[in-house]
């Protein structure tokens, strides 16, 4: 049994996920910004907890992430506002992985997305430029970090139905299913061979405990 914090807790992945780890025993709080979620986000068999990261400090966040034995960043602020898109993807993850260290909670899994990285390549007049960095950024923070850390890099999400088979190796353009990523999140946290690698993937062929367990190239 684990205790596993899910921040971004009403998010479509989040939401897929908590089920998934309460199901096999652990101790699941999922984290919200809005007071009106607590009912969904209860269904799930996980606690709600509300808190809004973008504004708590990392003393703050220290008392959200103390306790738990893994966190999970599934937030976001959702694009549309380069503004808000660096206080929540890049600022706010940033300190709770801050947070997670000085708390002694080791084992971080972020969600991020397939192509993150500093020369990402997005030019600056697309709209998706600002997720680009902040994400680019939040990812070089955490590896970086002293975190027992694994980087999720999924393709383009769909709300398919899970198929729980991927592909790590050549995942193509990443199209996925939120319910296998949910699934990647739960089977990465359960294998402690994924600890400090990065993991690109998309629907495939391939079971998702089997594909993640791969050795990197």
């Known amino acids: 049994m684990s205790r596993v914090l899910i921040i971004g807790g009403h998010g479509k992945i989040a939401l897929r996920l908590a089920p998934l780890l309460v199901e096999r025993g652990d101790v ?28 708590l400090d990392v003393d703050g966040l220290v008392t959200v992430v103390e306790g738990h034995d893994a966190l999970v960043w599934s937030a976001g602020a959702g694009g549309g506002n380069p503004e808000r898109t660096y206080a929540v993807d890049r600022d ?3 300190r709770t992985m801050d947070a997670a260290n000085e708390a ?17 390549g997005v030019p600056e007049d697309n709209s998706f430029f ?4 902040a994400k680019a950024a939040a990812d070089e923070h955490l590896r970086a970090s002293a975190l027992d850390y694994t980087i999720l890099q999924p393709g383009p999400l769909t709300m398919d139905e899970p198929t729980g088979l991927i592909e790590v190796v050549n995942p193509g353009d990443g199209r996925v299913s939120r319910a296998d990523v949910a699934a990647v999140a739960a089977a990465v946290l ?4 994924t600890v400090g690698r990065t993991i690109p993937f998309g629907n495939g062929r391939t079971p998702i405990a089997q594909a993640v367990a791969v050795t990197e190239a």
Do not use: C, F, K, W
């Open 104 to 120: 002694g909670v080791m084992r971080y899994v972020m969600v991020s997305y397939l192509g993150a990285q500093p020369d990402h």
């Open 28 to 55: 699941v709080t999922s984290v919200i910004r809005n007071p009106d979620h607590q009912d969904e986000v209860a269904a799930t068999g996980a606690i709600p907890l509300i808190a809004d990261v973008e504004h």
């Open 92 to 94: 706010a993850a940033i």
């Open 130 to 133: 600002a997720y680009a960095e």
């Open 190 to 193: 359960a294998d402690d061979s």
